[in-house]
Nanobody, 116 residues
Framework: QVTLVESGGGWVQPGGSLRLSCVANMSLDPVFSMTWWRQVPGQLREIVASLNNRDDSIDYIDRTERRFVMSRDRTKNTIYLQMNSLKTEDTAKYTC?????????WGRGTQVTVSS
């Protein structure tokens, strides 16, 4: 059973930074893709950033405006989302997802709240 555990969320003032982590209980090497999603209650879940493990390309949604950086540490089976210059509209529950062996696996998510 693949498990993903996120951490690093919390409350931060506008303009602040947070780094989210997602630890997998397996090697990330055979994973096809790794994605950070976010969702606000009452709205559809949206992709924040997605990493293609075959060519290391990373796609970001436009709204992050280069404020967010996704990365991975193979030695720690961990993916990260560094979020800078946070805005109130970044408030959401952030969840990591991997696509592996034809299946999607999800973490439980971590809440990020940006407010003054």
């Amino acid at each position: 059973q693949v498990t993903l555990v996120e951490s690093g969320g919390g409350w931060v003032q506008p303009g602040g930074s947070l780094r989210l982590s997602c630890v997998a209980n397996m090697s990330l090497d055979p994973v096809f893709s790794m994605t950070w999603w976010r969702q606000v209650p009452g709205q559809l879940r949206e992709i924040v950033a997605s990493l293609n493990n075959r060519d290391d390309s990373i796609d970001y949604i436009d709204r992050t405006e280069r404020r967010f950086v996704m990365s991975r540490d193979r030695t720690k089976n961990t993916i990260y989302l560094q979020m800078n210059s946070l805005k109130t509209e970044d408030t959401a529950k952030y969840t990591c997802n991997i696509f592996y062996d034809g299946l999607n696996f999800w973490g439980r998510g971590t809440q990020v709240t940006v407010s003054s």
